[in-house]
């Protein structure tokens, strides 16, 4: 299973990216997704999870309203798009997929996990 992960770079507060998680080598629709991101000297937390359908989402109170992620189940490829950027959402991004086909929030219930992308965003 690969998970190539892209769309980060450098953007100014207010800006919005979107960021896409190209999946191979396993049946992407039968699993939930999710993104997850980790800044300089800090845990990696959640940020966003959508189920294997990708029927239901769910997000960490810091990105709601902000943030969207979608799955594209005929290309394989996960999304999360980004609107508002903030400075404190600078971090490496990383999508990874679940055990299972439900939503999880916990980074154990992911087994498998992209190389991550950076997003920086300036004040």
């Known amino acids: 299973v690969q998970l190539q992960a892209s769309g980060g770079g450098l953007v100014q507060a207010g800006d919005s990216l979107r960021l896409s998680c190209a999946a191979s080598?396993?049946?992407?629709?039968?699993?939930?997704m999710g993104w997850f991101r980790q800044a300089p000297g800090k845990e990696r937390e959640f940020v966003a999870a959508?189920?294997?359908?990708?029927?239901?989402?769910r997000y960490s109170d810091s990105v709601q309203g902000r943030f969207t992620v979608s799955k594209d189940n005929v290309k394989n490829t996960l999304y999360l798009q980004m609107n508002s950027l903030k400075p404190e959402d600078t971090a490496i991004y990383y999508c990874?997929?679940?055990?299972?086909?439900?939503?999880?929030?916990?980074?154990?219930?992911?087994?498998?996990w992209g190389q991550g992308t950076q997003v920086t965003v300036s004040s």
């Open positions: 080598g396993r049946t992407f629709s039968n699993y939930a």
């Open positions: 959508i189920n294997w359908r990708g029927g239901s989402t």
């Open positions: 990874a997929t679940a055990k299972g086909p439900t939503i999880e929030v916990l980074g154990t219930w992911y087994n498998y």
